[in-house]
């Protein structure tokens, strides 16, 4: 008996549409490893109810080293971002999600940064990493980081590529997973 196509839901904050971008790029990548799968803003995703899925992403950018607050999104639209954007974001989100209203506990995260200072290790990925353990999620993989070539972007040439190749390998990570549960 076949099984049903595996899942994956990409929730992703995005003031100046970069993270988005890498969102829409992961999707690509986790159809080419035979997932159903699409991405959601967050400030749309609170209004929905639970969803069923085998595996959960994640993915902000990196604001003052770490996941956005309402300051630092105030700050982005002072630099032109849309306000409907800045109205809520992944550290909020986060405190408001268990595995239970996924289904899973299995989870992925991404961020975006400014190219110039993307060896700084604290970034906004590992925080959310951190806060999800806390909300009793399980990382599939480390954190990763795409990078932008300012505030307002655009994405360095090459990283939406990127971008859909770690979509692909952590759909496939996410297989492995659930043939060992198997
Ligand atoms: C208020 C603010 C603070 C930022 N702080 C950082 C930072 O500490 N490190 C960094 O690499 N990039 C920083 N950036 C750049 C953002 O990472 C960049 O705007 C973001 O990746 C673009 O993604 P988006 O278009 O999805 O919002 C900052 C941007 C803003 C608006």
Do not use: K
């Not at 899942?7 to 992961?26: G, K």
């Not at 990382?139 to 980081?145: D, E, H, I, Y």
Request: hydrophobic share 45%; aromatic share 6%.
């Amino acid at each position: 008996m076949s099984r049903a196509a595996p899942s994956a839901l990409v929730v992703y904050e995005s003031l100046f549409d970069n993270t988005a971008q890498v969102a829409r790029a992961i999707v690509r990548g986790l159809h080419r490893a035979g997932f159903e799968a699409h991405s959601v803003p967050v400030t749309s995703i609170a209004s929905t109810g639970p969803v069923d899925v085998d595996l959960l992403l994640l993915g902000a950018p990196t604001h003052a080293f770490s996941l956005s607050r309402p300051s630092s999104r105030a700050d982005a639209v002072r630099h032109g971002a849309a306000p409907e954007r800045a109205g809520t974001g992944a550290r909020e989100w986060i405190r408001t999600i268990g595995p239970e209203r996924f289904g899973t506990s299995r989870v992925a995260v991404f961020d975006t940064r400014a190219a110039r200072v993307h060896r700084l290790p604290i970034a906004a990925g590992v925080t959310a990493a951190r806060l999800l353990r806390r909300r009793g999620f399980h990382l599939l993989r480390n954190p990763v980081a795409f990078l932008v070539e300012g505030t307002r972007g655009p994405l360095v040439e090459g990283e939406e590529d990127r971008a859909e190749r770690w979509g692909r390998m952590i759909g496939a990570a996410c297989l492995d997973e659930l043939d060992h549960a198997a």
